[in-house]
DNA sequence: GATGAATGAGGATTCATTCAT
DNA sequence: AATGAATGAATCCTCATTCAT
């Protein structure tokens, strides 16, 4: 007889507010954002298609708060191996491991966001965020390379933001059978402290 | 009015696909592969829809036929690099350098594979093909590194292949601002002639 | 603490539902029937959307009820006007003027019931209501005409009529600049005692 | 063999245009503009949803030159009813006819605008057609009441076209029974020459 | 009385593809 | 070879209405 609490309908809506974004996450990272139908999401996470649009004002609205959580994943992981040491070798290496890690066990994220960052339609509503969050990462990875006494710290950082990134490309493409470790050892071969 | 030889119609033909080939891949680079319309295609070639699938039998064939033409070129420009030289430190700075080159004068190409590439409902058709010139690839480049004497060449065919993938993609997102050069610098630096 | 009424819930329940007819009725006017959702109502009027059909069986409903009052407000407005007196030019001089004044300060609802009347899709409902009304006033007004010693007073009654409705109409396009009070002078110029 | 001549495929564009839009402005007045839909239109004219668009870029787009094509009706009417004659008695006479016949033999036209005139979602993009050739609309019959004499010319104008629209209005309501000639002659009536 | 989550039918629109000429 | 009209399935989205609490 009683009406559902506020706090009640707040757990409700939490509830399938994930849901539908996790849902959404894994189908958008398997097959792609354009070939996954709205339909197919409620489908999949076993609501009405209606119930999508009580939660998200839209498909890119949808897909704009699943980008907008890993953009934050992603901080919070940089900062925290930041904080981890002073020393730039060690930070250096809890990043690139955090980094790794991460990549191993949220593969859905990063091949959602890598399959957006090349598609041109996707990109003007990431670009904003993507391109601020970048300016942000690199102001914070400066120093470790400024730290480690390098010659040129900037290009050491781009380069080695390159080999991550071009790692962690492969990696999603090949799968298990990528020497993932083998490529993070050499790595981190190259920045050894002296 | 003399009646065309057939060897005219199949240069006419062959000329029609070109351009319409040349066409779709710009606004598949620039707009994505499925917000580029058919329609918007022939438009632009100057053509009519209808002639389109008398050259093409489908939007997947026109893309399929893009994709083919482009792991060409990688397989020339690999060869190319490969019987330029047989002191591999040479002709590994002559395959970076004709990678860099290529890529710099043929963003659109890249634009587009690239975006492919991470589309996962575009990846089941391009994986047979990318997988076989890749493993064409790796076979062909691994002796350069072996030449070298490195400890382990494929590992160190992986990292470079990495790196040079990452260089390329954080490139075309980045544009001219990208110090291409610094970085392919960087990377020659790591394989020189001890 | 003491228990409600009868009489207060129902007091409550009537409060409510003018409280939402009247609301609903700002927004059909301003919006159109059709563009206003049951769920912009409920915002605006500061209820849930499950309440309004503890109210109104259906959108239909309530739009229903709100044509009711607007009727029932027509006819208390021309029985008015009839009993504030026995001469006939008196009669419709001061049912003109109250029919202005009217609608002059109740805007909404003319530009709601006008909108309405005009759109087929509703005018099925309304129509019954409508013509009964239209019947019922077109007796007690042809007196009016027929005191008047006019030769065809039914004639007279609806030229009259047709006249008004267009200025009422004219005046709700076109507003506040639409001269209302001169053509109400040129049209009780026409029924002046002789 | 030979494809169609550019003559064929506009004169087929042509005549499906004129189909479309014939059986919209019919729905749109029989059932109303948002209770008509796209696949009501297509099916009623017997072609595919898909073929609409074709022609017209979207609902709205059809109706805009639906109303386009009725607002050049309304000018040529009127322009033709002012170059009947210089005398003001028969201009007036002559529109007042062409009018009132014009209405009787589109009744389809008369009912559409009306029930449009009053949506207020619609009249945004009406109005603007609509005040445009209400403007010049009064400017060309203006000179009819100025050439009478009268006192008031404008609020003559005014009065005149309120009761026409009055008129037509109760005519569309009511139909076939309303004395649309008793009332057409007793407005003419009114401004006969003295 | 009261809430708002949930539904699902229906609507506008897009677009790859076919086909008569 | 060439055209573009025509199709219809699929897509995103809206909204009146229901219902458990």
Same mark, same amino acid.
């Given at each position: 007889?009683?009406?559902?609490?506020?706090?009640?309908?707040?757990?409700?809506?939490?509830?399938?507010?994930?849901?539908?974004?996790?849902? %959404?996450?894994?189908?958008?990272?398997?097959?792609? $954002?354009?070939?996954?139908?709205?339909?197919?999401?409620?489908?999949?996470? /076993? *609501?009405?298609?209606?119930?999508?649009?009580?939660?998200?004002?839209?498909?890119?609205? =949808?897909? /704009?708060?699943?980008?907008?959580?890993? +953009?934050? *994943?992603?901080?919070? @992981?940089?900062?925290?191996?930041?904080?981890?040491?002073?020393?730039?070798?060690?930070?250096?290496?809890?990043?690139? #491991? #955090?980094?790794?890690?991460?990549?191993?066990? #949220?593969?859905?994220?990063?091949?959602? @966001?890598?399959?957006?960052?090349?598609?041109?339609?996707?990109?003007?509503?990431?670009?904003?965020?993507?391109?601020?969050?970048?300016?942000?990462?690199?102001?914070?990875?400066?120093?470790?390379?400024?730290?480690?006494?390098?010659?040129?710290?900037?290009?050491?950082?781009? @380069?080695?933001? %390159?080999?991550?990134?071009? +790692?962690?490309?492969?990696?999603?493409?090949?799968?298990?059978?990528?020497?993932?470790?083998?490529?993070? #050892?050499?790595? =981190?071969?190259? $920045?050894?402290?002296?």
């Amino acid at each position: 007889m009683s009406p559902k609490t506020k706090e009640q309908f707040e757990e409700i809506r939490h509830r399938s507010k994930e849901t539908i974004k996790q849902t %959404a996450m894994e189908l958008f990272a398997h097959r792609g $954002y354009h070939s996954t139908s709205i339909s197919k999401i409620a489908e999949e996470a /076993g *609501i009405s298609k209606g119930l999508m649009y009580n939660y998200f004002a839209s498909k890119e609205a =949808l897909l /704009g708060e699943i980008i907008m959580e890993a +953009v934050h *994943i992603g901080q919070y @992981l940089l900062n925290q191996s930041l904080e981890a040491s002073d020393d730039p070798y060690e930070q250096l290496e809890i990043l690139t #491991n #955090n980094s790794i890690n991460w990549i191993k066990s #949220n593969e859905h994220y990063w091949k959602l @966001l890598t399959s957006l960052a090349f598609q041109p339609d996707v990109q003007k509503m990431m670009l904003p965020i993507m391109k601020e969050h970048e300016t942000a990462a690199i102001q914070k990875t400066l120093p470790i390379f400024e730290k480690m006494g390098l010659e040129r710290p900037l290009q050491e950082l781009m @380069l080695y933001s %390159a080999t991550m990134d071009g +790692v962690m490309i492969q990696y999603l493409q090949i799968g298990d059978e990528y020497p993932l470790e083998d490529m993070k #050892n050499m790595i =981190l071969e190259r $920045y050894k402290r002296p």
